[in-house]
């Protein structure tokens, strides 16, 4: 079966390449100082890894198609299909804040920016954010917590797009330019 991928992301894919370490040391709760027990090695695919269309569309799905959304990582995509505006996002923002243990166990939804213990790139992440917020979706799936949908989707990524270096980017850490 195909793995499809950004080519940004075939680094990680191909064994050449680990992820970059989680950074411990970003502003944010506990989590975030655990997160160097975290994986981060690279996997290899292999023959399956192919390269995801240039024209946007995805292999076997009709009427989805992927967008570019780096920050979290340097190949991470995100599908959206506009008949219903379908979105799902992966970690490009997420619906439950991950550097919070207290908000990790309840699942309280909270429109956020990505895990920022693994976000390597602030620009690029804040870019995605509304590049994904200009597309109005009805519904969005994130990488961590519940579906969202209605006001609490469309206030909340339009706040989070809006506000995203004042509420997302984390005061220090490794990966934030200061």
Known sequence: MPVYAHEKEFPYLTGEQNYPEADFTVEGGLVAKLSSLFPNE???????????????????????????????SPGHVSFFREKDRALIAGDAFIAVRQDSLFQVLTQLPEISGPPRYFTTDWVAARDSVRRLADLQPSVAITGHGPPLSGETLSSGLQKLAADFDRVAVPDYGRYVET
């Open 42 to 72: 690279a996997i290899t695919v292999g023959k399956p890894l192919k390269k995801l269309p240039d024209d946007g569309s995805i292999p076997g799905l009709a009427g989805w198609r992927w967008i570019h959304t780096p920050g979290h």
